[in-house]
């Protein structure tokens, strides 16, 4: 079949079963021009919890659909590819934090929204990358932290805050593959251009770039009047939507090694199939679903 009979077939069943469908900044250019809304965490999450729709078909990560479910546990969340996860939310577990908690009693565990929903139920507030500044800053009366599971994004937090949290030791393989170097080398090469990194880079990186920004923010960025050229420092896939936003704007990624693979895992075939099938369908347990909630509400809340 053709990608021209898929996306009919896609946008029929997208009807009939009154599915809306979502995509991260990072997936293929195919599915992002398929979904109905594309963008960051944040704004996914948002999404998720206000829409009419029925099902959710979700085209991003593992956590990115539970994310959904704990929002809105009466809609049915599809994942199309049930092996998309993201190695960085898998680098901590349920029962790692239980023990870490045991030896910090008291202490108020921040959790980046990539973790899974068991690790979220263990969590006091949640965090997306599009909200973790302004929430620490609403956190100021508050010593004692843990910060899970990207180090990356904690220790800028830390020094942005001012605080010093213990930070878990995650990471996203596909930011740190960014080297200052590439920001070195891409600066000579277009000096015009402002450089945009996204907080899960190293720190060596995010000290050489203008701003530091979730996908969503790089995205609004990129639309100032004042701005024509862009480094990005951040997953390549973002490239689509700022191709796409800002004709005759140039773009650069930092790094062209900076690719995640399950970001790339949902095709078009496989969000057809997903509808036809109504799979993989994400769910969380109640009471974990519950528990996590709370902590994602939190956030809400306090930004
Ligand atoms: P954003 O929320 O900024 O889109 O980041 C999510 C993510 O997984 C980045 O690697
Ligand atoms: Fe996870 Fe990194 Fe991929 Fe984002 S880019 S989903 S943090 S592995």
Redo the contacts with the bound molecule.
């Keep these: 079949m053709d990608d021209k009979s898929i996306i009919e077939k896609i946008n029929k069943l997208k009807k009939e079963k009154n599915a809306v469908i979502l995509a991260?900044?990072y997936q293929r250019p195919e599915v992002q021009d398929i979904a109905d809304y594309s963008g960051?965490?944040?704004a996914l999450s948002r999404i998720a919890a206000d829409t009419d729709a029925d099902v959710i078909v979700f085209c991003g990560v593992h956590f990115m659909a539970e994310t959904a479910y704990i929002l809105s546990p009466d809609k049915t969340v599809l994942l199309p590819d049930k092996d998309s996860g993201?190695p960085m939310a898998n680098m901590i577990t349920a029962d790692q934090l239980r023990a870490l908690k045991k030896e910090r009693p008291g202490a108020t565990v921040i959790a980046y929204v990539?973790t899974t929903a068991e690790v979220k139920a263990e969590t006091d507030i949640c965090c997306?990358?599009?909200n973790a500044v302004k929430l620490l800053d609403k956190l100021k009366d508050i010593d004692d932290l843990i910060f899970v599971p990207d180090k990356c994004l904690g220790s800028y937090l830390s020094k942005k805050s001012g605080k010093d949290f213990f930070l878990w030791n995650g990471y996203?393989p596909?930011?740190v593959k960014i080297q200052p170097e590439d920001i070195i080398e891409k600066r000579k090469m277009y000096p015009d251009a402002k450089v945009l990194s996204?907080p899960?880079c190293t720190s060596a990186v995010l000290e050489l770039s203008d701003e530091v920004l979730?996908?969503?923010g790089i995205c609004r960025y990129a639309q100032r009047e004042d701005v024509q050229e862009i480094i990005f420092a951040t997953?390549i896939g973002i490239m689509h939507r700022l191709k796409t936003e800002n004709p005759g704007k140039k773009f650069y990624p930092a790094s062209d090694a900076a690719v995640?693979s399950d970001m790339k895992k949902i095709t078009l075939e496989k969000i057809l199939w997903s509808l036809e099938e109504m799979q993989y369908e994400i769910k969380v347990p109640d009471e974990i679903c519950k528990k996590a909630r709370k902590a994602v509400d939190r956030m809400i809340e306090i930004v």
């Design positions: 991260h900044n960051d965490s944040l993201c990539n997306t990358s599009g996203c596909t930011h996204h899960e979730s996908t969503e997953e995640c």
